[in-house]
């Protein structure tokens, strides 16, 4: 496919606002795509870039699926045209793309989400074992379909509630390896700023947000109020009301911050975000669904699909994203600390890494969760000091620190918000350092 010379510099958003149908997508990699039939009318899309380093070829290289959150946020979006794909979403090279040292696989996931579709709502997914179950059926089809990756070492990398997915696709993933049913090298699992034990996190907002002066002791006493209302209807086992309570719950966080940012404490939401996301009873999807939600969805539906060539017509991307978050509304609040002690206890690799300028996820709550783990390691990765890391992009500041010990780490990376590896306003350069770590490239 050509690249888009005519219009470089002019931008995406110009060149939609000018009119233009035609706009063909620059190649920056060798790519493959398509769909993968789960279940009867439940259809989901992956999208691979093979690994584009100057210094390696892909086979020498880890293959990665990225798993995004929300339920109901677009891995082939999302994390691809505004995280860690090639390019950004203007379309333009990103330095610090993950292909640059690794083969990368996003996936739609869960059915509805992104470009995946289902025929019908009640194909949609409830929990995550559902979830999981999915994902064996499309992990099974692509290590068939691609065989020269089958030996390659294949890590899951995830952020928000893809965490929380990726937890229970790696432990289902690992039992199928050992059983035959899946033919990959799985090398391990990396939980970004993820939805593990949500209760911890809503908990520690309030802490988090007085300790950075962005609650005054009224704000602290209203937030406290809300999130002990989410505990006792997680101590209930009302998990839908629970979910209900934790919305809101963000409302009255921001009621008292001037409208904080969740994703990032140092910048603040927008009236239209504000707006949008109290009209709905879903805010964390609806939050990060709307962050650049015009130009993105443009993109997505407009000279993407035409690059892809192989969507529905009857399908548009993101159009089922409310509804899947609907349907797994009585798993949200569900934690999964117990899937991620048995794939430890299994021997699987297991990082966990977080944003220090994350409210939605905060660390303190992430170190809470990691506290409660049966894993016979912590006691000792407890005592260990954290080694600290220079930061890429400007030498002798840290940038992040970090522990490992057996099959499990952590890394604390500074001055980033929940999507770490964004750029400008987080810390994609440190992002890719831990990546190529956690890889076993450095």
């Not at 999915?134 to 893809?162: A, C, H, N, R, W």
Request: hydrophobic share 40%; with cysteine.
């Amino acid at each position: 496919v050509p690249c888009i010379t005519l219009f470089r510099g002019l931008g995406l958003s110009n060149v939609l606002k000018a009119g233009v149908q035609t706009l063909c997508v620059p190649v920056q990699a060798k790519e493959s795509w398509g769909y993968v039939d789960v279940r009867e009318g439940a259809h989901m899309f992956w999208w691979l870039y093979y690994a584009n380093s100057s210094s390696a070829s892909y086979k020498d290289l880890p293959l990665v699926m990225w798993l995004q959150g929300g339920p109901g946020g677009s891995s082939c979006g999302f994390g691809n045209f505004e995280e860690i794909g090639p390019l950004d979403r203007d379309l333009k090279p990103r330095e610090t793309s993950w292909v640059r040292a690794a083969s990368v696989l996003f996936v739609d996931n869960p059915v509805g989400t992104g470009y995946s579709y289902t025929d019908t709502e009640d194909a949609l997914t409830k929990d995550v074992a559902m979830v999981a179950s999915d994902m064996m059926v499309l992990l099974k089809s692509f290590f068939s379909l691609k065989t020269e990756f089958q030996s390659i070492p294949f890590y899951i990398f995830s952020e928000s509630y893809g965490g929380k997915m990726a937890a229970a696709i790696s432990l289902k993933l690992t039992k199928a390896v050992q059983a035959g049913s899946v033919k990959c090298n799985f090398a391990g699992v990396a939980l970004g700023d993820s939805w593990i034990s949500p209760i911890d996190s809503v908990m520690t907002w309030g802490p988090y947000l007085y300790s950075t002066s962005l609650l005054d002791d009224n704000g602290l006493d209203e937030v406290t109020k809300a999130a002990n209302a989410v505990l006792e209807a997680v101590k209930q086992g009302q998990y839908r009301k629970a979910t209900d309570m934790w919305s809101i719950t963000e409302n009255v966080v921001e009621q008292n911050t001037n409208n904080v940012n969740f994703y990032n404490i140092l910048t603040q939401n927008s009236d239209e975000m504000v707006k949008t996301s109290s009209d709905q009873t879903n805010g964390f999807l609806c939050e990060k669904l709307n962050m650049h939600s015009f130009s993105l969805s443009e993109l997505m539906n407009g000279p993407i699909r035409q690059k892809l060539g192989v969507i529905p017509k009857n399908v548009t991307w993101g159009g089922q994203a409310e509804a899947v978050f609907v349907s797994m509304a009585g798993d949200f609040m569900k934690p999964v600390v117990d899937i991620v002690d048995q794939l430890l206890a299994a021997g699987a690799n297991v990082t966990v890494y977080n944003g220090q300028l994350d409210l939605i996820v905060d660390t303190a709550g992430q170190e809470l969760w990691v506290k409660q783990l049966k894993w016979d390691g912590l006691q000792y990765f407890n005592k260990m000091k954290w080694t600290a890391l220079e930061d890429p992009q400007t030498q002798s500041q840290t940038g992040a620190f970090y522990k490992t010990y057996k099959n499990f780490a952590f890394y604390w990376i500074l001055k980033a918000g929940h999507m770490v590896h964004n750029i400008p306003s987080d810390q994609g350069p440190m992002a890719l350092r831990m990546l190529k770590m956690v890889t076993r490239q450095e």
